[in-house]
């Protein structure tokens, strides 16, 4: 799958972070899998028209994260994330999308016990045929 970044400069969340969460959710969700090699650094600046260094900057945080992996002269790789780690970066993902849905929530000013309602009623939808399924077995 190819890897599609978007940067919005006037959000007033830094590009670097903007960089490291969009690529810290593609290893999370599977489109960037181990051994893969991220674009370069003139490739991702070109592209987003950005400044170099704040690309490098989001790469050695992802280095520092635990997820890349630079080796010189060659590039960027996704690491081979053990269990913990690929868990971690799913765990984010959800956390990202669960607060996105309860910001909106109350940006729409649902009160929080409708909001519980509609998140019981989705894991009753998503979950409970699981549940009864392994008790089965």
């Not at 520092?64 to 984010?92: E, I, K, N």
């Not at 929530?105 to 309602?117: E, G, H, Y």
């Amino acid at each position: 799958m190819p890897l599609y970044l978007r940067i919005n400069p006037r959000n007033g969340y830094p590009v670097y972070l903007q960089l490291v969460e969009q690529i810290r959710r593609a290893i999370g969700i599977g489109i960037l899998k181990p051994g893969e090699q991220l674009p370069t650094v003139k490739q991702l600046s070109t592209e987003l028209i950005v400044n170099p260094a704040t690309v490098s900057r989001a790469i050695r945080e992802l280095e520092h994260l635990g997820l890349v992996r630079s080796l010189p002269g060659r590039g960027a790789f996704v690491t081979g994330t053990d269990g913990a780690t690929a868990t971690s970066a799913h765990q984010d993902v959800v956390a990202e999308q669960i607060d996105a849905a309860v910001r909106e929530a109350r940006a729409l000013n649902v009160p929080a016990s409708r909001l519980r309602d509609a998140l019981h009623d989705a894991l009753a939808r998503w979950y409970d045929d699981e549940e009864r399924q392994a008790e089965e077995t």
